[in-house]
C-alpha cells in the first residue's frame, strides 16, 4: 500500500482520524508532515526541534472533567525535518 502523506502548519487542529479528542482540542504547536505507512503514523517536524520540543498542545475545553486523547493508530514521532514535498 502507497504512503498517505499529509502537511499540516502551527496552529492547524488535529484531526479526528489521527487522534480521538475527548474534552481537549489538540493543535499541532508547529508545521508537520504526518505519514500514514504500515497501519501507523509517523509525525514529522518541517523545521528542526529538540527533544523536548512539542508537536502537539491540547487545549482543556471544561477543566471540572477529564480530557482523554486516543490514538487511532499507532503514533511514532521524529524530531528530525521532513521536507512538505515528499510524496
Not at 11 to 39: H, I, K, Y
Not at 60 to 78: F, G, K, M, S, T
Request: net charge negative; aromatic share 6%; glycine share 2%.
Amino acid at each position: 500500500m502507497p504512503e498517505k502523506t499529509w502537511t499540516f502548519e502551527a496552529g492547524d487542529r488535529v484531526p479526528e482520524w489521527l487522534m480521538r479528542q475527548t474534552n481537549c482540542v489538540l493543535r499541532f504547536d508547529r508545521d508537520a508532515v504526518v505519514v500514514e505507512s504500515d497501519s501507523e503514523y509517523l509525525i514529522y517536524p518541517v523545521t528542526s526541534m529538540r527533544a523536548d520540543d512539542t508537536m502537539v498542545m491540547a487545549e482543556i475545553i471544561d477543566e471540572r472533567h477529564d480530557a482523554e486523547v486516543e490514538q487511532v493508530l499507532p503514533i511514532v514521532a521524529h524530531t528530525n525535518p521532513r521536507s512538505r514535498s515528499l510524496n
